[in-house]
């Protein structure tokens, strides 16, 4: 499985994070400098972990991205973030489509994270995972974006195993029990 992911958001890390370490992740796009100032720790983050990562204005997401598909063959378009529209055809260049991402905070400590298909062409976007939760305090979970981020990460992973697809093997650096293995 390889997945390209846009993101704008820190939020999104945890999760890159997660599919970087099943050996998942191809590349990741963020929103230009003048949209976004959020980016900065997704690139560092990137750069550290040797991610292709570059910015790309929402004129230009359409042409970088078909480039990057034609590069990489990936298999899913993860959103999560990302402040452009992804143009209504494009999904159907992956093979299991695209995914969007999304929060919501509620009044009273109350969150929720939906995971949802992007559907093409203006069609009703199926939902693949949903989850409302009650936050816990700042002082006690951290922010609520971060609580909720967390979640994300085992929502994503759920569904990825609705795809029946063979377990991920831990990234080449980390050896089944994921510690760290010499080189």
């Known amino acids: 499985m390889r997945i390209i992911a846009l993101s704008g958001s820190p939020a999104a890390i945890p999760a890159l994070n997660h599919l970087f370490m099943s050996d998942m992740l191809a590349a990741l796009i963020c929103p230009a400098a003048d949209v976004s100032s959020e980016v900065a720790p997704l690139e560092v983050w990137a750069a550290g972990k040797g991610v292709p990562c570059w910015r790309v204005e929402q004129a230009g997401l359409e042409t970088e991205l078909t480039e990057l598909i034609a590069e990489t063959s990936p298999d899913l378009l993860l959103v999560y973030g ?33 995971i949802h298909q992007l559907a093409g062409s203006g069609a009703d976007a199926p939902i693949l ?14 922010t609520p974006i971060n609580q909720l981020s967390l979640v994300s990460v085992v929502m994503i992973q759920a569904a990825l195993r609705t795809l029946n697809l063979p377990e991920p093997r831990p990234h080449r650096r980390f050896g089944a029990s994921g510690f760290a293995v010499a080189s």
């Not at 995972?129 to 951290?142: C, H, K, N, P, W």
Request: charged share 5%; glycine share 10%; hydrophobic share 35%.
């Open 82 to 114: 990302f402040p452009y529209a992804v143009p209504a055809h494009l999904p159907e260049s992956f093979v299991y489509g695209a995914w969007n991402v999304q929060f919501t905070l509620q009044p009273d400590h109350q969150g929720s994270v939906t």
């Open 129 to 142: 995972q949903q989850s409302g939760l009650a936050l816990l305090s700042s002082d006690y979970g951290g």
